[in-house]
T-cell receptor, first 112, second 112 residues
């Protein structure tokens, strides 16, 4: 069964550094999402992406964040200048349409 | 605006006992509803979903959920809990923009 993969599984970075989180969605999916989960809290929507552009973004997704799908396979989330409060688990998800979203295993980001 | 309420932060049940996890939602249109399970350090796994039709839906691992429009609820049930069911359970509603809006989760502890 196809699955969503994410790399790295754990990323440690210094405050102010740039990080790129990578996701490989299921190949026939068309809609892509990033969510985050701060430790002990609920999963929160960050951004959705379709047809090579952002469909919707939450208020969390400020100018420090960007997404792209550079090669039709990978789907990346970039944080330009990380802050301590960016420490969280970041999940990628994908779907064909208005259907079940399939999640990756997540990347744990630790900002020191 | 949409919201999802999971009133029980933590539930403890004995192995073999029945389980019900509560979920109430607020959403202006016909909701698409989901239950996801998250084991420690893992990603989100879909248990079941409701889009339309039969209001009692069956999922994986012996779980079921019942959609009650009049009560705006989508409670998750299992007749006999196994120790491996210990995890965090999230109820979610899918918005018209296809984003998932999650509840705060219910942590399930299973005692022998």
């Amino acid at each position: 069964e196809p699955e969503v993969t994410q790399t790295p599984s754990h990323q440690v970075t210094q405050m102010g550094q740039e990080v790129i989180l990578r996701c490989v969605p299921i190949s026939n999916h068309l809609y892509f999402y990033w969510y985050r989960q701060i430790l002990g809290q609920k999963v929160e929507f960050l951004v959705s992406f379709y047809n090579n552009e952002i469909s919707e973004k939450s208020e969390i997704f400020d100018d420090q964040f960007s997404v792209e799908r550079p090669d039709g396979s990978n789907f990346t989330l970039k944080i330009r200048s990380t802050k301590l409060e960016d420490s969280a688990m970041y999940f990628c998800a994908g779907t064909l349409g208005r259907d079940t979203q399939y999640f990756g295993p997540g990347t744990r980001l630790t900002v020191l | 605006a949409q919201s999802v309420t999971q009133p029980d932060i933590h539930i403890t049940v004995s192995e073999g006992a029945s389980l019900e996890l509560r979920c109430n939602y607020s959403y202006g249109a016909t909701p698409y509803l989901f239950w996801y399970v998250q084991s420690p350090g893992q990603g989100l796994q879909l248990l079941l979903k409701y889009f339309s039709g039969d209001t009692l839906v069956q999922g994986i691992k012996g779980f079921e959920a019942e959609f009650k429009r009049s009560q705006s609820s989508f409670n998750l049930r299992k007749p006999s809990v196994h120790w491996s069911d210990a995890a965090e359970y999230f109820c979610a509603v899918q918005t018209g923009a296809n984003n998932l809006f999650f509840g705060t989760g219910t942590r399930l502890t299973v005692i022998p």
